[in-house]
């Protein structure tokens, strides 16, 4: 029996080499220029082959961008209730602690990018967010501590400082809005604490929003391997220039699933002028409440198109009422460059500014307008409220009952308001699939106002169309939606 494995050893000993033999000729062959035929390609791992310009641009990508990027550690004190945010699927790498029924000091790891040779470092809000002391380490291990200049929680970005420095390695800002899908980039940052990582992939997506991440998104997505950790690091194109800030992940489990959000270079610079400028960012604001146009709104509103923003609400004393502007119209131009959805006209006006004019083009029960409006500074938010209803009934699987004084104040609505307040909604309902709540406040019905039970019951009974289309006050802000009668 030994003989014989011994003789297959053998055997397998020759076809190795045999077939080592036959490889290293036909590559030899094809290198002068012989016909490949259908026999696959055998490349020396010390040989590039096709990969060998992408393989230069990463490597030169790599060194540009990896002494630009900085770990950042910041230390927070944290309370019993805070702790738990900390939890949360697009929170930072935080090292293993046990809560404690009192308030401890709790450190988080992140990432920054060096802007400018003189240490400023753009990074995420959420990196050093409460942080009482942050302290950045360079790629060449230098620690230093950094002071915050400013940050902006509605993108997520915030600018810090190290002093004393003057020849620091800083990373150009791409112009983002020619990033295109497809593109190669590269994530750089420090995931659980691994210090220079770099990943490679592709952007996947451009112009991400609605996630309910930031307040303001308009993010990059790509599938470079971004973890905890890499929030605040780079993402660079191949020149080694910065697309974008690493900002969140997508992922059931906390870690890289492929889908990971960057904010666009060209809003972190507007955000980083303005902080760096006045120390703090000061937006344009209109004074509208917007919502997308769906396809039972256009046909609600008689639109021709399923675009534009459905203009819900009027501040009173805003630029908005001052330039005429009224609930129902349609906003689809503003400054020249077509308006999608909702979304894009609160970028365009987020990212301009105080006294800046904008030019607009509406749509009001189907008649086109131009309209031109002075911004004004964004207010300080108030939080929307909330409150409960009691009983009542309806064809839409709603109940409502009348809107008192004390009811409106409870919710938050302005003196004066009129309408029926929602007092229940009913599981599987229209209502419901409308996204309709208790506490809702329904002011009109088909564009025509309500101010009691019976004008509600009556406006629905009167209604032609299969869906009506109410405008709805929640919380001191009005919506149209529309409901289908069943």
């Given amino acids: 029996m030994w003989k014989h494995g011994l003789l297959a050893i053998v055997a397998a000993v020759l076809l190795v080499t045999a077939g080592i033999t036959v490889a290293e000729r036909w590559r030899t062959s094809t290198q002068n220029g012989a016909s490949s035929g259908s026999w696959p390609l055998v490349v020396n791992a010390q040989d590039n082959g096709a990969a060998g310009p992408l393989r230069e641009a990463v490597g030169g990508a790599v060194r540009k961008s990896v002494p630009a990027v900085v770990n950042i550690s910041s230390t927070r004190v944290v309370t019993p209730e805070a702790d738990r945010r900390f939890r949360m699927p697009f929170e930072e790498f935080f090292g293993r602690e046990f809560p404690a029924p009192s308030p401890r000091r709790a450190r988080s790891l992140g990432s920054g990018v060096v802007v ?136 059931g489990g906390g870690g890289n699933q492929g889908v990971g959000f960057a904010v666009p270079s060209n809003m972190a610079r507007h955000v980083m002028e303005q902080i760096r400028e006045h120390g703090k960012v000061t937006r344009g604001w209109m004074g509208v409440v917007i919502q997308p146009v769906t396809r039972d709104l256009a046909r609600a509103l008689k639109l021709e198109e399923t675009r534009g923003a459905l203009v819900s609400d009027v501040t009173p004393g805003s630029p908005a009422e001052r330039a005429g502007i ?149 919380g001191g802000n009005t919506l149209f939606v529309t409901v289908e009668k069943r």
Avoid at 130 to 156: F, N, Y
Avoid at 213 to 223: G, H, P, R, S
């Fill in 116 to 251: 400018s040779p003189d240490g400023f470092i753009v990074t995420n809000d959420h990196v050093i967010q409460g942080a009482t002391d942050i302290e950045v380490t360079l790629s060449d291990g230098r620690d230093m501590k950094a002071e915050l200049v400013g940050s902006d929680p509605k993108t997520d970005i915030a600018v810090i400082r190290v002093d004393g420095v003057k020849d620091l390695s800083a990373l150009r800002l791409a112009d983002s809005d020619k990033v295109q899908v497809g593109d190669f980039v590269l994530a750089v940052g420090n995931p659980f604490g691994l210090r220079q990582t770099v990943t490679f992939g592709i952007v996947s997506a451009m112009g991400r929003g609605g996630l309910g991440i930031e307040e303001l998104e308009d993010f990059i997505q790509t599938d470079a391997a971004i973890n905890p950790g890499n929030s605040g690091g780079a993402l660079v194109n191949l020149n080694g220039d910065l697309v974008g800030v690493n900002t969140a992940i997508v992922s």
């Fill in 326 to 474: 009224q609930r129902g119209d349609v906003v689809t131009e503003i400054n020249g460059r077509p308006v999608e959805d909702s979304r894009s006209l609160q970028l365009s006006i987020a990212t301009s500014s105080p006294g800046d004019r904008v030019n607009l083009k509406t749509v009001r029960d189907g008649a086109p307008r131009d309209v031109t409006v002075t911004l004004g500074e964004a207010p300080v938010e108030r939080a929307a409220a909330a409150g409960p209803g009691q009983q009542g009934g309806g064809r839409l699987g709603i109940g409502v009952q009348p809107l008192t004084d004390q009811l409106a104040s409870e919710l938050g609505l302005r003196a004066g308001t009129r309408g029926v307040v929602i007092s229940n909604v009913e599981p599987g309902s229209a209502a419901q699939e409308a996204g309709l709540r208790r506490g809702d406040v329904i002011q009109e019905v088909d564009r025509k106002p309500v101010a009691s039970v019976d004008d509600f019951r009556a406006a629905v009974q009167a209604s032609p169309a299969n869906v009506v289309l109410l405008l709805v006050n929640r």
